[in-house]
């Protein structure tokens, strides 16, 4: 994964709560296994219309609106445990959700691929996608170490929690493998010195 320290970016709205994976990614679209082109896919149903020509009133097609950002409406992720909801929304290009409450598991499915679920107080959400909408040029400044993230040159800023150890694993830009391969020298002295104190004992 790559390292994710501060990200400096504009952002999307879609203030619409409840939004499950299967309204992030269609089933069925969930038969590969490979990540790559999960993008294309994302909001499959509220971007294209029955005969897959966008629908320009969903925000994803409107080009006033980018960056690596989307704030969404409360309890986004919820539904069913699918990954590939997070596969689509890296693929797409977002580094960051920003949302009032997240479903535990999509929380865990997005950490595990890079993707930092941010959960703030309703307030602060209001006020950013109400920002974002009156000003699409709207930046974000996320920062990852101090866990914060604010509106560039306003006084609207809120702090989040995230898990001690994926905090770690995302700012070094590692998966649980390459935690593991990290630690490889501290993994093999505590293993030579456990088998040097069961040969003293036996």
Not at 39 to 67: K, M, Q
Not at 95 to 107: N, P, Q, R, T
Request: charged share 25%; aromatic share 10%; net charge negative.
């Amino acid at each position: 994964m790559e390292k994710f320290i501060t990200l400096h970016s504009k952002a999307v709205p879609l203030p619409v709560e409840n939004i499950d994976t299967d309204q992030i990614i269609p089933a069925r679209f969930l038969k590969v296994t490979n990540k790559i082109g999960f993008g294309n896919n994302l909001f499959r149903d509220w971007r294209y219309d029955e005969n897959d020509l966008p629908i320009a009133t969903f925000v994803l097609n409107n080009p006033i609106y980018s960056g690596k950002i989307l704030v969404a409406g409360d309890n986004f992720g919820c539904g069913s445990s699918r990954e590939h909801a997070a596969w689509a929304l890296t693929d797409y290009g977002f580094k960051v959700i920003v949302s009032s409450y997240f479903a535990d598991i999509f929380k865990g499915n997005a950490l595990n691929n890079g993707l930092l679920p941010i959960q703030v107080s309703p307030d602060f959400l209001a006020a950013v996608l109400t920002l974002i909408q009156k000003e699409p040029n709207t930046q974000l400044i996320v920062d990852l170490e101090a866990q914060t993230i604010k509106v560039d040159g306003l006084n609207l800023q809120e702090t989040f929690e995230i898990d001690a150890y994926k905090k770690l694993c995302m700012i070094n830009g590692y998966d649980d493998i390459d935690f593991l391969i990290s630690n490889k020298e501290k993994i093999e002295a505590f293993e030579a010195n456990r088998s040097k104190k069961e040969a003293i004992v036996i």
